[in-house]
């Protein structure tokens, strides 16, 4: 099944973010080998340029490391998971804060649901 | 050198107007692009003179650098929007007529995809349905090996099962020293696989120009969205 996208974001980054939580998520773990570029174009159905530009963009950050032409694996640099792990969660939880904030929920209205426990 | 090159072409069936207006275009290789535009813009006219089925009224128009001939006819793999086989032969008669006209042309690669949409190649074109003969077409064109791909219109009448094989097909055959032209109204669909994109106006103007993400990062939307704002047809009751 080819993988969904969103109409306002640049595909690329879309791309670059999944790609970026399967790594945090142990889907591809540490100094193991990435699909090809083609095999990820294949998978999300998207123009393998596409594909190389979200993994060049990885690259530069230091997630993904290539190998000659052997292939992209994933960096087994902890202090480099770390640093993607917290942006990852501040994006997330600032998404989270915009909405609530643009629907008047209050801080402590946030802070009550979370100690409820349903999460 | 640019796979497909325009300059100053101009096209006119009728002394009423040029259907193609002063163009000036350049496709790099390597790259799926896409002409998008409203019916009547001149997007198939455009190809039919690039595959050498229709002369210019002025101007030129270059594939891989050479002037429209036999030898670039040689390049190009065209999908005309309306099929031209004959249709009491078989698929399997197709392939061979196929294979002997086209030295670039790969059997094993055909007879894959007929499997994988399973098409029997014992059928003779004219009890297959619309959308199937369009398949059949569709696969023989890009069983080729040519430097130019152009598809006029190449998922239209699909289902939307065989549409995403098809595009598959595009991405599964993806070859840096070729390039893909795909002329569609179904922007939605074929969106994530172009490099990039050119919006043709009447007169065959390009109005826009650039990658769909370019479009994404300044604008916040698809392409479809805007293709649908910049081509909007007001309703006047």
């Known amino acids: 099944m080819a993988w969904k996208f969103d109409a306002e974001t640049p595909v690329y980054l879309q791309i670059e973010r999944r ?23 294949l998978e999300a159905a998207v123009n393998p340029n596409t594909v190389q530009k979200a993994l060049c963009e990885l690259e530069s950050r230091g997630l993904v490391y290539s190998k000659g032409t052997v292939g992209r694996f994933v960096t087994g640099d902890k202090q480099v998971l770390e640093l ?36 | 050198m640019y796979t497909l090159e325009c300059n100053k072409l101009c096209k006119r069936y009728d002394k009423v107007r040029n259907v193609i207006d002063n163009l000036d275009l350049q496709i790099p290789e390597g790259k799926i692009v896409g002409l998008l535009g409203p019916n009547g813009c001149g997007k198939s006219t455009l190809i039919k003179m690039a595959a050498g089925l229709l002369q210019p009224t002025s101007g030129e128009i270059l594939v891989c650098g050479q002037p429209v001939s036999e030898a670039t006819n040689s390049l190009i793999s065209y999908l005309p929007e309306r099929t031209y086989f004959d249709s009491s032969m078989q ?36 009890t297959l349905s619309k959308g199937t003969k369009e398949k059949v077409q569709l696969v023989m064109v890009m069983s080729r090996n040519a430097r130019l791909y152009m598809l006029d219109e190449p998922i239209g009448g699909v289902d939307p099962a065989a549409r995403d094989y098809i595009l598959n097909t595009i991405v599964a055959n993806y ?63």
């Open chain 2, 91 to 126: 698929v399997s008669q197709l392939i061979g007529f196929f294979e002997e006209f086209y030295p670039d042309f790969d059997r094993a690669r055909t007879l894959h995809m007929l499997r994988d949409l399973g098409i029997d190649v014992n059928m003779r074109l004219k």
């Open chain 1, 19 to 41: 790609i970026c939580a399967d790594i945090l998520s142990g889907k591809y773990p540490a100094d193991t080998q990435l699909p090809s570029v083609r095999q990820f174009a």
């Open chain 1, 84 to 119: 993607e792990h917290s942006s990852v969660k501040s994006r997330i939880i600032g998404d989270f804060l915009k909405s609530a904030v643009s629907l008047g929920i209050t801080k402590q209205e946030i802070i009550d649901y979370l100690n409820k426990g349903e999460i």
């Open chain 2, 175 to 237: 070859n840096p020293n070729a390039t893909v032209l795909i002329t569609t109204h179904l922007i939605n669909d074929v969106e994530k696989l172009l490099d990039e994109f050119f919006f043709i106006g009447y007169g065959g103007a390009i109005l826009r120009s650039g990658s769909a993400d370019e479009v994404r990062e300044s604008e916040g939307k698809s392409l479809d969205e805007l293709f649908r704002e910049e081509f909007r047809c007001s309703v006047n009751y």
